[in-house]
T-cell receptor, first 115, second 114 residues
Framework: AQTVTQSQPEMSVQEAETVTLSCTYD???????LFWYKQPPSRQMILVIR??????QNATENRFSVNFQKAAKSFSLKISDSQLGDAAMYFC????????????FGPGTSLSVIP | NAGVMQNPRHLVRRRGQEARLRCSPM?????VYWYRQLPEEGLKFMVY????????ESGMPKERFSAEFPKEGPSILRIQQVVRGDSAAYFC????????????FGDGTRLSIL
């Protein structure tokens, strides 16, 4: 069974600085999707970034980028130029390639941004 | 395009009552997933449905919980004889039938049991 681990329950970053959130996962599949979701206090689940496992190039969305290390089964999220609105819970997530697969979430990292 | 619609946003029930949570998937999406988020935890998969079929219910508690996705109308997650431990946020997600990729989440229903 697939599992997702986030070893940092809480992280903090100074405004305008860079922070990296860690995620590791376990799977026997060779092709899959990885995601980072943001959950602000409003409790919405907001997709931040996605990565397809067969693509070697790391995904980037504006200030958000990932470091995808397939062999190490590592998928970290880097947030550059941190803003107060980035404060939220961040969940790393895995999904298999078929349309039948559920999303498996990590336990989350709570990110605080210090003004 | 409307996103995934869940209602109600907040639901309060007394112990022993029934709770019904509704989810309308995005237009064109025929796959619906329900997840539960207990306080201070991540989302845990409960059930996956297509129209009129339950495909995977491996995350559903064996008793009191049921789900349906009828041919017409929203998907319903039903919790009978609620207990305090059912207090949680329940999220619905949908995806199109032809591809995997990210699921689109609703804003969730926060269920509180008095």
């Amino acid at each position: 069974a697939q599992t997702v681990t986030q070893s940092q329950p809480e992280m903090s970053v100074q405004e305008a600085e860079t922070v990296t959130l860690s995620c590791t996962y376990d799977t026997s599949e060779s092709d899959y999707y990885l995601f980072w979701y943001k959950q602000p206090p409003s409790r919405q689940m907001i997709l931040v970034i996605r990565q397809e496992a067969y693509k070697q190039q790391n995904a980037t969305e504006n200030r958000f980028s990932v470091n995808f290390q397939k062999a190490a089964k590592s998928f970290s999220l880097k947030i550059s130029d941190s803003q107060l609105g980035d404060a939220a819970m961040y969940f790393c997530a895995y999904r298999g390639k078929t349309s039948y697969d559920k999303v498996i979430f990590g336990p989350g990292t709570s990110l605080s941004v210090i003004p | 395009n409307a996103g995934v619609m869940q209602n109600p946003r907040h639901l309060v029930r007394r112990r022993g009552q029934e709770a019904r949570l509704r989810c309308s998937p995005m237009k064109g999406h025929s796959h619906v997933y329900w997840y539960r988020q207990l306080p201070e935890e991540g989302l845990k998969f409960m059930v996956y449905l297509q129209k009129e079929n339950i495909i995977d219910e491996s995350g559903m508690p064996k008793e009191r919980f049921s789900a349906e996705f009828p041919k017409e109308g929203p998907s319903i997650l039903r919790i009978q004889q609620v207990v305090r431990g059912d207090s949680a946020a329940y999220f619905c997600a949908s995806s199109p039938p032809y591809a995997a990729g990210p699921q689109h989440f609703g804003d969730g229903t926060r269920l509180s049991i008095l």
